[in-house]
């Protein structure tokens, strides 16, 4: 098991441990809609975390996507979803967000930079040379507006395959200054992490835009150890405050 799955496996337990308090408060007070909605979103992220962290391997009926040499891309994608469903389950509910901080700014990335400012992980700024390494790195994707065998940037490609032609919102409007820029280094992990949120959903499994499956598990396995240290720190610091 990798080190970022056993931290998501501590987190999972700090929000167990918070659960306890939460129904400790309920046993001896009348239950209402803040302490109702605090035990559902950790019992939210308990689950999802938990899923993310055991998930070992995916099996079909097909036996083609069993021996899909896209399906360690596919698993992957999926422990990502998993962790950042728990996370969700705790940056929606503002009786949990706000025992952290306050929002810098209105609407969902705002409510994530919450819990990612207040844990700011140690390693990000490692990460973030190489996640910045592998977005700049050539690839030639097959696209109708490219000449055959020319290249450009992971992150050119992946703006042009999987983002709508008229961005919108903070994280949009700074991959498309990163790419018109040339480079992705202005991009900061909590965008990185919020904008792979929405590439998984629109552009499905992204291997083929970074030139080998291989690079494209590197990217992913690396915002899954950042987003399992904002677990981490979410859970103690909600186990604090609590």
């Known amino acids: 098991m990798t080190p970022y ?3 998501l ?14 129904e400790q408060v309920i046993s001896e007070a009348e239950l209402n809609e803040t302490l109702s909605e605090q035990i559902v979103g950790i019992g939210a992220a ?20 069993n021996k899909s040499a896209r399906k360690q891309s596919f698993l992957e994608l999926l422990r990502f979803n998993f962790s950042w469903f728990g996370l969700n389950a705790i940056f929606t509910r503002p009786c949990l967000l706000s025992l952290v901080g306050t929002p810098p700014f209105n609407g969902e990335y705002g409510h994530f930079r919450v819990l990612y400012d207040s844990a700011m ?36 490609a992946i703006r042009m395959k999987y983002l709508p032609k008229n961005v919108h919102g903070r994280t949009a409007e700074a991959i498309e200054a990163a790419v018109k820029a040339g ?14 949120r929405n590439w998984s ?42």
């Not at 496996?9 to 939460?22: D, G, P």
């Not at 480079?183 to 792979?196: K, V, W």
Request: charged share 20%; net charge positive; with cysteine.
């Open 5 to 7: 799955r056993k931290t």
């Open 183 to 196: 480079n992705a280094n202005s991009l900061d992990m909590p965008t990185l992490l919020y904008s792979f």
């Open 201 to 242: 959903v629109h552009g499905n499994a992204l291997d083929g835009c970074f030139g080998s499956r291989p690079r494209f598990v590197n990217y992913v396995c690396l915002l899954e150890e950042t987003l399992a240290e904002v677990h981490l720190h979410t859970a103690q610091k909600l186990y604090e405050l609590l």
């Open 46 to 65: 308990i689950e999802w975390i938990r899923r993310s962290a055991e998930m070992d391997d995916i099996h079909y009926i097909g036996k083609n996507f």
């Open 121 to 156: 992980p140690v390693s990000s700024p490692i990460r973030l040379v190489q996640l910045h390494d592998l977005l700049n790195s050539p690839t030639s994707p097959r696209l109708a507006t490219m000449p055959s065998g020319s290249s450009v940037s992971t992150l050119s």
């Open 9 to 22: 496996l501590e987190a999972r337990k700090t929000y167990s441990n918070c659960a306890k308090k939460i």
